[in-house]
């Protein structure tokens, strides 16, 4: 039976077939509905949002090592944040299969920058698998179960925003699941990476690297077509969709696994007259097979950066098309805080104080735009804090207190934010922050954070006491306002008290999300309804 | 057959993920290769929103080519001829007549364009603009816009039998809404019959 699916709904049911047992992630778009598809769909894996990407992958690392298939799922900046387990379990190897899906984002619909993720499988010298559509999801996420067993090696599927967010058909099959053995978990020579076991184990993974060049050349979702023997494009995962369509006479080469399978493109090469490379983003095909002395051009008339497009491609050939011209001088339409947003005020009294903010990653980064033009940075996952540190810091060198405060959401707080306040703390420097508390992930999509008191499948749990966290990490100065249009005056004169003092302090602004609180209502009065 | 291609858009809230969910599905299931696509992450937070539906015997890119829609779909004016470009020369052209005044607009410091259907017209002969109010006085709540341009898209595509539109729509939308989209859906197809005589 076939089916319409999203590519993140596909890589959830890839899982499910390939009988894995647990699944663990952070929101971050475009990979958040691969979690959010296993807690609705496949309740028998155990799946939850983790805090951040690291915790998710070191879970999943340790349900790997029961011998359980685990996979773990994050935006590609989430990668950066993992990438300290991920460098070693490269290493460790696994028992049951390790699957990581990324989610990268060409073109930064949603993201910070465009890294591509094929550099990290590269760095780590593991597998990775590139689908270019829904049903390459589903079949690759079950694949690189397999692969991460055969080769003993996590395994990284890299999709992108236009394979995860575009609904392609996909066959659905039958499956019986079975939950393997608990392994014992005492290989200590294997997961022990001190450097007397760490040596070898370099040696291996240098070692499994080659067996998996030899590998892909035998992997049969490379695909080689033969049509012209003018034209003949290497190219890889989606932008064969563009290629195909852009150049439909031309012969192609598409890559779905790396490391790269060199003897069948050089293959491929000796049969085409002219060689291209076509590849969205950084040149990791194009840097191998110059290295392996083939003729081609590529980056030369292809961009490195942003997504590609039928046009891009249709123009690097010279072809002209009848040009099109969007109508100019159009208003633009940025999106906005939400109308109801609490935490509008917020940012209309940092604007009126003249303070400079620095923000962070949520909806509230829309805090930037006008009218409110009161958010003056955004890195990463939790850098206001460390960032606020820092400008206070360099304040503090001219003998004065900047007006700054650092902006973050709760779960971004939760996420990565901790850290930076433990050091403030530590190291007394008089930071301001706040926190944006609206009980739940929403820019991604609505997802519950650890103070939301519901889990990934929304069955209720426990709920984190912000306060409590904050007070923990050795916070003196903390105050909740019920954040709105009736407490402007009293939050605006906590800011005004707390930049002031010399001390690290934390103003919670507390209200929960105007679009999530219908939906989060109506849950707690179905579990008081069940209680009764 | 060659690929067909329809972009819906209109501004966050207006219903246009959900029907580009029910016309992707009727279209599968009249037995097309489709692939649909949309940038999400803006749509509740009254940002643009452009959700693309490709199909026909097989099709590769989801994304839409410039120049090569058949049918652009706006719930809002503005919206429309912002991507009034998307369409082949002399596609359809369908708009809602909803002004939705953009943050730059609202702050002063851009005007919302006068003429949005005169601008039109110089891409495409085809442009039919839908009376909302009349519409909501017909089939009673708003909502039921995205459901009514969908009844009109089906006289486009004729070869997709009634049934699997009215299929999709039932078993899409909350029941306490099907009488209401499914006099939308009539509406809509009898609006295009009028403006498309065949």
């Not at chain 1, 155990?46 to 935006?75: D, F, H, P, Q, Y």
């Not at chain 1, 490391?259 to 060689?275: C, D, G, Q, S, T």
């Not at chain 2, 009514?148 to 898209?153: A, P």
């Amino acid at each position: 039976m076939k089916e319409l699916m999203l590519g993140n709904e596909a890589i959830a049911r890839g899982a499910y077939e390939a009988n894995a047992w647990v699944a663990t992630g952070y929101p971050g778009t475009p990979s958040s509905e691969i979690i959010e598809t296993i807690g609705e769909k496949y309740p028998e894996i155990s799946s939850e949002w983790s805090v951040n990407e690291k915790v998710a992958l070191e879970i999943a690392i340790g349900s790997s090592i029961a011998g359980i298939r685990s996979l773990c799922t994050m935006k590609h900046v989430g990668l950066n944040v993992a990438a300290d387990p991920l460098m070693t379990v490269a290493y460790t190897g696994v028992e049951g299969g390790l699957v990581i899906v990324v989610a990268d984002d060409p073109g930064m619909h949603s993201s910070q920058n465009e890294q591509d993720t094929r550099n990290y499988a590269k760095f780590a010298k593991i597998p990775a698998l590139e689908p270019s559509d829904s049903g390459d999801a589903k079949e690759f996420t079950a694949l690189a179960f397999d692969i991460s067993e055969k080769f003993d090696t996590p395994v990284i599927i890299r999709t992108l925003t236009r394979v995860a967010h575009t609904k392609t058909a996909v066959e659905i099959k039958k499956v019986s699941r079975k939950l393997p053995p608990m392994a014992e978990g005492k290989n200590a020579k294997k997961y022990v990476m001190i450097p007397a076991n760490a040596r070898p184990r370099h040696t291996i993974v240098l070692e499994r690297y080659l067996k998996l060049r030899e590998y892909s050349e035998t992997f049969a979702h490379h695909q080689a077509e033969y049509r012209g023997t003018d034209i003949g494009i290497v190219t890889h995962g989606f932008v064969y969709n563009y290629v195909r369509e852009a150049l439909p006479d031309a012969s192609v080469f598409k890559v779905a696994m790396y490391p790269l399978p060199i003897k069948k493109i050089k293959e491929f090469a000796k049969k085409v007259k002219k060689l291209y490379v076509i590849e969205e983003l950084d040149p990791l095909i194009e840097e191998e097979l110059r290295a392996e002395g083939l003729q081609f051009t590529g980056k030369e008339i292809i961009p490195s950066e942003g997504e590609l497009s039928i046009d891009i491609i249709r123009k690097a050939f010279g072809i002209t098309d009848r040009e099109v011209k969007p109508h100019a001088g159009l208003p633009p339409r940025p999106p906005q805080l939400c109308k109801g947003c609490g935490h509008i005020q917020v940012f209309e009294v940092l604007r009126d104080l003249k303070c400079t903010v620095l923000g962070d990653i949520g909806c509230y980064t829309l805090g930037m735009l006008p009218p409110y033009n009161a958010m003056h940075t955004t890195v990463c996952m939790g850098a206001s804090v460390g960032n606020e540190i820092g400008f206070k810091k360099a304040s503090q060198l001219h003998q004065s207190i900047a007006n700054s405060v650092a902006v973050i959401g709760d779960s971004t707080f939760f996420h990565s934010g901790m850290t930076g306040l433990l050091n403030a703390v530590y190291n007394r420097t008089p930071i301001t922050l706040i926190i944006l508390d609206n009980r739940i992930t929403a820019m991604t999509g609505h997802q519950p954070s650890p103070n939301t008191g519901f889990d990934n499948a929304f069955r209720p749990n426990e709920r984190v006491d912000m306060e409590q966290v904050v007070k923990g990490l050795g916070i003196r100065r903390v105050r909740r306002i019920k954040i709105g249009p009736r407490t402007v005056d009293e939050f605006k004169n906590a800011v005004l008290e707390e930049t002031a003092v010399n001390e690290p302090s934390v103003i919670i602004a507390d209200e929960i999300c105007v679009i999530s609180e219908p939906k989060m209502r109506k849950l707690a009065e179905q579990i008081k309804q069940e209680h009764k | 057959m060659e690929s067909k291609s329809v972009v819906l858009c209109g501004v966050g809230g207006q219903g246009i993920i959900l029907a580009s969910e029910i016309i992707s599905e009727a279209l599968f299931r009249h037995g097309y290769d489709v692939k649909k696509n949309e940038i999400h992450g803006m749509s509740q937070r009254g940002g643009a929103v452009v959700s693309f539906i490709r199909f026909g015997d097989k099709v590769f890119s989801p994304v839409v080519k410039l120049g090569e829609a058949d049918i652009v779909i706006s719930f809002e004016q503005l919206e429309m001829l912002r991507n009034v470009h998307f369409l082949k020369k002399d596609g359809h052209a369908v708009t809602t007549d909803i002004k939705i005044d953009p943050v730059p607009v609202i702050l002063g410091s851009a005007e919302y364009p006068d003429d949005i259907p005169g601008k039109v017209k110089n891409f495409t002969k085809n442009l039919c603009v839908l009376d909302v109010e009349q519409a909501v006085r017909a089939v009673g709540n708003l909502k039921a816009i995205n459901v009514l341009v969908i009844g009109y898209l089906s006289h486009l595509l004729p070869e997709v039998k009634e049934k699997i539109w009215k299929d999709a729509i039932t078993e899409m939308v909350k029941p306490e809404f099907h009488e209401m989209n499914l006099k939308a859906f009539e509406l809509g197809k009898q609006l295009a019959c009028e403006f498309n005589p065949q």
